[in-house]
């Protein structure tokens, strides 16, 4: 469509000039030319009047009637002069005579003075009448002429146009071939008769391209299905390392466990203890008696099951199931402090949760757990790394807005230094003494939040300590 369009606009130009020239040069014929014409014959038959008018003028003088007669005679020779006429100064004729092939419709008449060179008296009045239909002979063939010129002009023309029509036909053709390529379809090489040195370099260029672009779509093609297996590769590679580092930070939260349980069991541990002794030394004094046996082995039973449902909760706790499903945060964070609860009671560190939202999150319960107990260890040795902090407390609110769950968890340990907050979610990046800290904590942290949760684990610094800003998604 685009060829043609363009053919067809190059009609119309054409057209546009032919009236804009044509026309012009009719209008100037059949208003001009008359009247230029029309003024040279009358230049003419003035300056053939003025030479004879002292010729006239010494024949009248001298009374010479043949002479004037024979001089007079000499305006017929041109044939557009019909009527010549001398009259005295009274108006007597005393010259006249007509043109013999008289059949002129239209004239023009004019008169002039003869005037004596010796008196410069007006002897006699000289009258010349002359035809102008040789001005409309003359138009009536440059109108023929200009008519033929123009045609012959036109024919020109439609054979340019029919010339140039059937090599734009050719392009039109290339154009709508190549606007039906498709990338993903191979297609036929273009092909066509036409013998013209610039449609062939034109059609063979078009063909080498669309060769290129075919043999490129092939490389891509390849080169894709390689990238795929590249990315599926490094993903599961990728995978594999999470589920190390996941693994790695689940041993090192194990260890920091177990520390846990020490401190859970030491006072059960010596209350069993001490209910022991008592009973064997009242055995051994012969004062054991029924009431003080039940009472101690009560004590004991009592302790072994603290210790029994502690061991349970850390069982729970590192429990591999990985089942999705929609939970309240709050409840696994009581859970994580109950689990601390007397680590944080031995190192004099207080806590509070205010919940000020009742919706619930979407993920694997297990590991959000994981996330609360890496962030409250890092709060904790924070804490116990001041010198003598004025308070030892930490935090958790739990809010919510529109469309997310923010859980806030601040403590009174100083702070993240700014040159370090930066990098703080960087794996194996650790501020802890050797030995003390692996450095995948907070990284798995964030990275269980954002793959896992779809949201964000974010830092900031507060007047008396680190934030740590938790963004879920809520329950939809």
Request: negative net charge; charged residues 20%.
């Amino acid at each position: 469509m685009m060829t043609h369009s363009l053919i067809g606009k190059f009609a119309w130009v054409f057209w546009l000039l032919y009236i804009a020239v044509i026309a012009p040069i009719f209008i100037f014929i059949q208003i001009n030319v008359s009247s230029v014409l029309n003024e040279s014959e009358r230049a003419k038959i003035e300056l053939v009047t003025e030479t004879l008018k002292p010729i006239i003028s010494a024949y009248l003088s001298f009374d010479q009637q043949e002479m004037l007669s024979d001089t007079m005679r000499t305006f017929f020779q041109n044939p557009n002069i019909l009527d010549v006429s001398l009259l005295d100064a009274h108006q007597k004729v005393i010259f006249e005579q007509h043109y013999p092939h008289s059949k002129i419709q239209e004239t023009t008449t004019f008169s002039t003075p003869v005037i004596d060179t010796i008196t410069h008296q007006v002897q006699a009045t000289l009258v010349i009448s002359y035809s102008n239909n040789f001005v409309h002979d003359l138009q009536t063939k440059l109108f023929v002429q200009l008519l033929l010129l123009s045609l012959f002009a036109l024919f020109i023309f439609s054979l340019t146009y029919w010339y140039f029509r059937k090599q734009f036909f050719v392009l039109r053709l290339l154009s709508n071939w190549m606007g039906s390529y498709s990338i993903d379809t191979p297609s036929e090489p273009f092909k066509s008769n036409n013998t013209n040195t610039e449609i062939i370099t034109i059609t063979s260029s078009a063909n080498k391209m669309l060769e290129s672009i075919d043999s490129y779509r092939c490389q891509m093609e390849q080169i894709n299905n390689e990238l795929e297996e590249r990315v599926e590769h490094e993903i599961i590679k990728r995978r594999e390392k999470e589920q190390l580092l996941i693994h790695q930070s689940r041993l090192a939260a194990m260890g920091e466990m177990i520390e846990s349980i020490a401190h859970q069991w030491r006072q059960p541990l010596n209350i069993i203890g001490l209910s022991v002794a008592d009973i064997n030394m009242k055995r051994t004094l012969g004062l054991l008696e029924d009431e003080a046996f039940e009472k101690n082995t009560t004590i004991i039973n009592n302790n072994l099951a603290f210790m029994s449902n502690t061991i349970d909760d850390f069982r729970n706790f590192f429990s591999t199931d990985k089942e999705s499903l929609y939970f309240d945060p709050s409840q696994p964070i009581h859970e994580i402090f109950a689990l601390l609860g007397e680590q944080l009671r031995f190192a004099n560190i207080t806590y509070q949760v205010d919940k000020r939202c009742d919706k619930k999150i979407f993920g694997v319960v297990n590991e959000f757990k994981q996330v609360i107990l890496n962030i409250l260890n890092n709060a904790q040795d924070a804490i116990k790394s001041q010198p003598s902090p004025n308070e030892k407390k930490i935090k958790v609110i739990l809010r919510c807005d529109a469309n997310h769950f923010y859980v806030d968890i601040s403590d009174t340990g100083g702070g993240v230094p700014l040159s370090i907050i930066e990098r703080i979610f960087d794996p194996y990046f650790t501020t802890k003494l050797h030995n003390k800290g692996s450095g995948i904590g907070l990284y798995m942290s964030k990275v269980i939040i954002e793959q896992h949760f779809e949201g964000t684990l974010g830092v900031s610094n507060t007047d008396k300590g680190a934030l740590f800003t938790l963004k879920l998604a809520l329950e939809q």
